[in-house]
């Protein structure tokens, strides 16, 4: 989905034209100059297209050095966004800070679409006009507050949005697509370095995709696979305050356009809960997985004993991804990831028959039949993969299903079909 960041100076009512956008009241409304909070995104949707609206909050405020911090975060949100929603305060005009934010969107030649907020009533609209000496186009005179002008804004936002890309694997074919991902300094460039070698096929930028996505081409083993956004991981992201939030934001994008992760950790440092959120992350986009530890040459017997309790602990419940220990730096094992990788993508995509599948889960009826709480017993009925990356399995059921028995039948299933790498995800249909 396109990315639109929403900027502009603390108080000229982002926020709140973000909740006429959303249609509702979710992001919170602060009066104060100066708050700052996290930044937000949520999923947006007009006139049937969706798009991903990044609110990029109130920014800190010291009267000292605020147009130059303005910018930097400004440069951030812009970096990360397809467009951008810019939005000005009509009633106060343009300040020092907003000609910073200016500057920084002409430099990004990124659609701009300006927001003069709080024309409140059409007395002002002559302001709203004033606004075209920004030179960024047409300013939109808007309401956040009483929804005045929000469709024609709307509108103009869609149409600057890029399509979103054809891009899905089922339709597109050509090499597999891996992400690599990972938390700051695990090793995902390094890594990456190691694989490419002397190779260097830049793909060209992706049309309609964000950030300005650079996927390289990499032949492991004589077959040509494509690395996402690779982009990402060559530019160092200067450490800005707020940096985490757009590698966090690129990570997911990253993952979204990826057929397989290859989460990396670093095995000489505890497993922390940033590891855990990127694996989770793969894991509900329903991507194969494949998990590389790290840094391997700085682990003695020691971390390594640590390690493996870490993992029987924390990282359990992806014990389905398989894991290689390597070390980017002296190449360790890299050769073993395309093994990983391809039994991953084998998994993801694996298609079980209906047979198969109900006279599966006759004998798991057979043999450990749902428990029975109270009078009726209840039953799956029968079950049917929907379809595959990630397997998807749809079990017509009776009566109130334990969610228990649920992730019992769940394991079964893995052990009894495999899906190693891939998540698996089973929906329920009650059956009366
Ligand atoms: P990224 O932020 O995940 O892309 O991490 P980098 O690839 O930039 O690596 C972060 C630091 O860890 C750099 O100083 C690398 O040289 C170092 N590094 C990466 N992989 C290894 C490894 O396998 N062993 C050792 N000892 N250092 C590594």
Known sequence: KPVLAVVGRPNVGKSQLVNRILGRREAVVQDLPGVTRDRVSYDANWNGREFVIVDTGGWASDAEGMAAQIAEQAELAIGAADAVLFVVDATVGTTDEDEAVVRVLRRSKKPVVLAANKVDDQRLEAEASGLWNLGLGEPFAVSALHGRGSGDLLDAVIAA????????????????????????????????????GQQRSVVDNVAGTTVDPVDELVELGGEVYRFIDTAGLRRRVKEASGHEYYASLRTQQAIERAEVCVVVIDAAESISDQDLKILTMAEEAGKAMVVAYNKWDLTDDERRRYLTREIERDVQAFAWAPTVNISALTGRNVDKLKKA??????????????????????????????????GKQPRILFGTQAQNCPPT????????????YLRFVERRLREEFGFVGSPVVVQLRARE
């Not at 949005?161 to 300094?185: C, H, S, Y």
């Not at 695990?186 to 890594?191: E, Y």
């Open 341 to 374: 990788i391809d039994a991953s993508l084998a998994g993801w995509e694996t298609r079980v028959t209906t047979g198969q599948l109900n006279a599966f889960l006759g004998r798991i009826a057979a043999a450990h039949p749902h428990p029975v709480r109270s």
């Open 393 to 404: 399995f749809v079990l017509f059921t009776s009566g109130q299903m334990d969610p228990q």
């Open 161 to 196: 949005l890029p399509e979103a890309p054809a891009e899905t694997f089922e339709e597109t074919g050509g090499p597999r697509r891996i992400a690599i991902v990972g938390k700051p300094n695990v090793g995902k460039s390094s890594l990456l370095n190691k694989l490419t």
